[in-house]
């Protein structure tokens, strides 16, 4: 026979060791963050540093002049040349250098195709147009009766239009994977089969990329309920 606590018995006190383990892991849920963030900035700040520094010459450098290392240097000496040839490519002698450039490795075979590729996928990503995901939404993938979290990208147009046969609109969505968004699938989906979603698109993000730990609102998503055994 079970022995019950009697409701006048004070509730028991977790152990020290409870209590070290409930605030080791509230620290780490703190630090984590902080220091993946702090550890990604000091990556790509170094990796900069790694490929502009060499193209200065020796004499010229921090470690010459003021003999110290100044992290960062080549990040600032990146940034001013991004912008010097920003400007200088909306004016009528860059444009001209440019196109004149374009022209030459339009004449070699592999060359002009990743060129293009990696031009193309340079202006999606960095287009000051606006052009980006319109909205979340949830798609069945990868059968019916199991739904994906997706983001609509555009219609469907040209030879892609023209040649899937069906009965409504057609939409191109891009199906993400967890935890990393940046890969995935392109679908070309009916929009009857679309449900769009309220949230935003980078709540949706966020939602894929913690594997569906957190919603929009920020908060852990809620212990799942008895899933019935078949």
């Known amino acids: 026979m079970d022995q019950k606590t009697s409701p006048d018995e004070p509730p028991r006190q977790p152990s020290m060791f409870a209590r070290l383990r409930r605030n080791f ?3 780490l849920v703190v630090i984590a963050p902080i220091a993946l963030t702090l550890w990604l900035i000091w990556s790509v700040i170094s990796w900069i540093d790694g490929l502009v520094l060499p193209f200065i010459p020796s004499q010229l450098r921090p470690m010459e002049q003021l ?3 100044l992290p ?3 990040v600032v000496l990146f940034l001013v040349f991004t912008v010097l040839v920003g400007w200088l490519a909306k004016g009528l002698i860059g ?3 440019i196109a004149w450039g374009e022209s030459i490795v339009a004449r070699m075979p592999v060359v002009r195709s990743v060129y293009n590729g990696v031009k193309q996928i340079a202006e999606t990503v960095f287009s000051q147009s606006g052009t980006n995901f319109d909205r979340a939404c949830l798609v069945e993938y990868p059968r019916k009766g199991i739904w994906a979290v997706a ?3 555009a219609q469907a147009r040209h030879e892609i239009d023209a040649k899937i046969p069906r009965d409504d609109t057609l939409v191109s969505v891009f199906l993400p994977t967890t935890p990393n968004p940046t890969s995935g699938f392109l679908l070309f989906v ?4 679309v449900i769009v979603l309220d949230m935003s698109v980078e709540d949706a993000a966020k939602l894929v990329i913690s594997a569906g ?3 929009p609102d920020g908060t852990a998503a809620p212990a799942p309920a008895h899933i019935a055994q078949g």
């Open 151 to 153: 983001f609509i990208s």
């Open 213 to 215: 730990l957190v919603y």
């Open 190 to 193: 009916p929009a009857s089969d």
């Open 67 to 69: 003999g110290l290392d």
């Open 25 to 27: 892991l509230t620290g």
């Open 72 to 74: 960062g240097l080549g």
């Open 95 to 97: 444009r001209t250098l």
